[in-house]
């Protein structure tokens, strides 16, 4: 059965500087998505993107995050640079053209020290 | 902003009865509801949805419910097993857009 794939599994890195998160989505599916969580608290929505463009974004997803597909299978999210409170589970997750079930990879753990 | 809400912090349950986990929600344009299932370290795993034109689906041991006039789903796990260990994440999502809204998850816990 198809996976998500994200990598790395776990980044640690210093406030301030830029992290980049992967994901690999299942092939035939056509919207992608990022969610966060951080520890103790709700799943949250950041971002959504199709056909090479976001569809719709959270509050959480400012100036300082963006994301890409640059090279038609990897989908990333970018964060310029990291706060204290950036740090949490990152979740991709992606979904068919027709569908409403979002299929989810492991996630990173991102830790901002 | 709770839109979705699960007030069941955690639930426990014998080994082959019934589990039923509680979902309520506050959106009436929510038209799609989910259920996912989370291990630690894991990422969610989709378990079960249900459209809001039922009220009831069913797959093996999973079966969800929705009262729509109460705002209220329901998921039942029948017999459970060790291995439904987990917390349960109830979420939904509106017709005018696909981002899911998510309760804070019930961690249901079963017991030999």
């Known amino acids: 059965e198809p996976e998500v794939t994200q990598t790395p599994s776990h980044q640690v890195t210093q406030m301030g500087q830029e992290v980049i998160l992967r994901c690999v989505p299942i092939?035939?599916?056509?919207?992608f998505y990022w969610y966060r969580q951080i520890l103790g608290q709700k799943v949250e929505f950041l971002v959504s993107?199709?056909?090479?463009?976001?569809?719709?974004k959270s509050e959480i997803f400012d100036d300082q995050f963006s994301v890409e597909r640059p090279d038609g299978s990897n989908f990333t999210l970018k964060i310029r640079s990291t706060k204290l409170e950036d740090s949490a589970m990152y979740f991709c997750?992606?979904?068919?053209?027709?569908?409403?079930?979002?299929?989810f990879g492991p996630g990173t753990r991102l830790t901002v020290t | 902003d709770q839109q979705v809400k699960q007030n069941s912090p955690s639930l426990s349950v014998q080994e082959g009865r019934i589990s039923i986990l509680n979902c309520d929600y506050t959106?009436?344009?929510?038209?799609?509801f989910l259920w996912y299932k989370k291990y630690p370290a894991e990422g969610p795993t989709f378990l079960i949805s249900?459209?809001?034109i039922k009220d009831k689906n069913e797959d093996g041991r999973f079966t969800v419910f929705l009262n729509k006039s109460a705002k209220h789903l329901s998921l039942h796990i029948v017999p459970s097993q060790p291995g439904d260990s987990a917390v349960y994440f109830c979420?939904?999502?509106?017709?005018?857009?696909?981002?899911?809204?998510w309760g804070a998850g019930t961690k249901l816990i079963i017991k030999p």
């Open positions: 249900i459209s809001s």
């Open positions: 979420a939904a999502k509106s017709d005018s857009n696909y981002q899911l809204i």
């Open positions: 092939s035939n599916h056509l919207y």
């Open positions: 959106n009436s344009m929510f038209d799609y």
């Open positions: 993107f199709y056909n090479n463009e976001i569809s719709e």
């Open positions: 997750a992606n979904r068919r053209l027709y569908g409403s079930e979002q299929y």
